[in-house]
Structures are given as structure tokens and as C-alpha cells.
């Protein structure tokens, strides 16, 4: 049986900091909150082997709110405080929470280099189409023709989508699910944070205070509902036309595969340095 809502809120809240939380009602940020901590149950992890990661956004603020090793890090930089913290400690497990725009855009580079490199890492990007805490501006996966606070009269970039980026750029696990499918999410971090190497997590979301108000989407629930008609799986995908597809969301594993981590390699070259200098 899942871990009640009140057991996790009273293991894993900083009761006496942060709160009331920053988000609006119905955000997605709490579903991907209780997902991420229903994984870290299941798990068996002690406070203390976790170390989350943050950059800017909404979603920034989730680590400030959970009593593990947190740290609340500039705009983007969220996987690169990661990355030292697991090259200073490979025995921690290092989660990257991030947003849209905090991960595609000025941290668009460290995700793709972070993936190239597979570091042992799970990153967990929420997408919810906008840069939301900041008041609504488009970000790199805002879709084609929308109303942001940039694009009055809509948008005239393509987005693209994360999880495809992170699979061609070399990620270890890759997987997508949307606050909808909430016990999947859950199930697709615990996945990610097993994985040896770099672990994609990408988390549809609603923000329907800047996205959906704007693009009258409807409420929270309303959003909820158009990922649920939207949704198809990996596997439903994969029989479907590209015309069919353009307006779905695939969820489910998209890429698992084993890769030489980036940690290990390193500690393997380390080594050898060490014996060669020994003369050994
Ligand atoms: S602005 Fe959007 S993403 Fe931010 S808390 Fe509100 S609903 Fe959530």
C-alpha cells in the first residue's frame, strides 16, 4: 500500500520553514512533490543519502519545503551543483528539479552536456509550458502559436519536446509521464533513480494560472483532464502516425539503456593514473 499523504508530510516537511508554500492551488508542483517522495519511500533512502538540487521557477521552491540535503541554486545551474556534489560524493543519490525554462533554456546546455557525459544523476524537469514564477513569459517548449506575456499574439517558435532531446543526447533512462498519472510518475522516478547513469524524468504539468488562463485551457482540473484525453502510451505511439501523434503526449519509458557512467569511468582512469605514477 502507498505511503498516506499525512505519513509523508510528516517524514519528509520542513514543518516550521517555507510554509505556506509559494504555489497556486492546483499546481502540479505538489503532485510531482508527493510523487518524488512516494519513489524515495519505496526506495528505502535515509534523509540524509538524498541530496536535492534546485534551480529557479516554481518548481525551485520544492527542495526549500522537503528535509533532505537541499540546495536552492542560481537560474539553470541546477544540474551543475549536482554534478559536483556527486563527483565530490558518488554515494549520494543527486536529484536535479527543474523547470522548462530552467532546464531547456539557460540550463539548456548543462542538460544536454549532462546527458552526453552520463552522470550519475536523476533530473526531473517539470513542463508545464511557461516560465510561471516570473510571470508567464514563453519558454523553450511554450507550443507553436500561443499567448504568453512574449507572445501576445502568439508564439512563433517551435517547441521541442525534453524527453527526445535527453534520449539523443545520450541519457541513460528517459521517461515521461504527466500530473495526471500520477502513480506512473512515481513509479518512473523510482525507475530513474535506480538507473545507473543519467536519468531523465520529463513531468507534464499544468500551470494554469499563466499558461492556461492565458490559452483558456480552464482550471487545474480542466488541464488534468485534457492530459488524461491526451495521453497515449510508449508503446500506442509507436503504431501511430506522425499526424496522429501531434497533439498527443506519449508517456512511459522511452529510453533504458546500459552506458558507461561517467563516476565510474572516472574513478577507473583515477586509478590507473595513480598505478602508472607509482610505476606499478
Ligand atoms: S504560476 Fe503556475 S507553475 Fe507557478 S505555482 Fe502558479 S500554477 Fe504553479
Same mark, same amino acid.
Given at each position: 500500500m502507498p505511503p498516506s499523504i499525512q505519513a509523508l508530510t510528516h517524514t519528509y516537511f520542513r514543518h516550521n520553514k517555507r510554509f505556506p508554500h509559494v504555489w497556486c492551488p492546483g499546481c502540479g508542483n505538489g503532485i510531482v512533490m508527493g510523487a518524488l517522495l512516494r519513489a524515495i519511500t519505496r526506495l528505502e533512502l %535515509?534523509? /540524509? %543519502?538524498v541530496v536535492l538540487a534546485s534551480g529557479i521557477g516554481?518548481?525551485?521552491?520544492?527542495p526549500t519545503y522537503l /528535509?533532505?540535503?537541499?540546495l536552492h541554486t542560481t537560474h539553470g545551474r541546477a544540474l551543475t551543483f549536482a554534478t559536483g556534489i556527486k563527483l565530490a560524493n558518488p554515494a549520494l543519490d543527486v536529484v536535479a528539479i527543474m523547470g522548462d525554462g530552467d532546464a531547456t533554456a539557460i540550463g539548456g546546455n548543462h542538460l544536454i552536456h549532462a546527458a552526453r557525459r552520463n552522470l550519475n544523476l536523476t533530473a526531473i524537469i517539470i513542463n508545464n509550458s511557461i516560465y510561471g514564477m516570473t510571470g508567464g513569459q514563453y519558454s523553450p517548449t511554450t507550443p507553436f502559436g500561443s499567448t504568453t506575456t512574449t507572445s501576445v499574439y502568439g508564439h512563433i517558435e517551435h517547441a521541442f519536446s525534453i524527453a527526445e532531446l535527453a534520449v539523443t543526447a545520450g541519457a541513460s533512462f528517459v521517461a515521461r509521464s504527466t500530473v495526471y498519472h500520477a502513480a506512473l510518475a512515481d513509479q518512473l522516478i523510482e525507475q530513474a533513480m535506480m538507473k545507473p547513469g543519467f536519468a531523465v524524468v520529463e513531468i507534464i504539468s499544468n500551470c494554469h494560472v499563466q499558461y492556461g488562463r492565458r490559452n483558456k485551457l480552464g482550471n487545474a482540473v480542466d488541464m488534468l483532464n485534457a492530459f488524461k484525453e491526451q495521453a497515449v502510451t510508449v508503446k500506442k505511439g509507436s503504431t501511430m502516425e506522425e499526424d496522429e501523434l501531434r497533439d498527443k503526449i506519449t508517456i512511459g519509458v522511452l529510453a533504458d539503456r546500459d552506458l558507461p557512467v561517467s563516476t565510474d569511468e572516472y574513478k577507473r582512469i583515477r586509478e590507473q593514473a595513480r598505478s602508472k605514477r607509482e610505476g606499478k
Open positions: %535515509e534523509k /540524509d %543519502e516554481c518548481s525551485g521552491r520544492m /528535509d533532505f540535503n537541499t
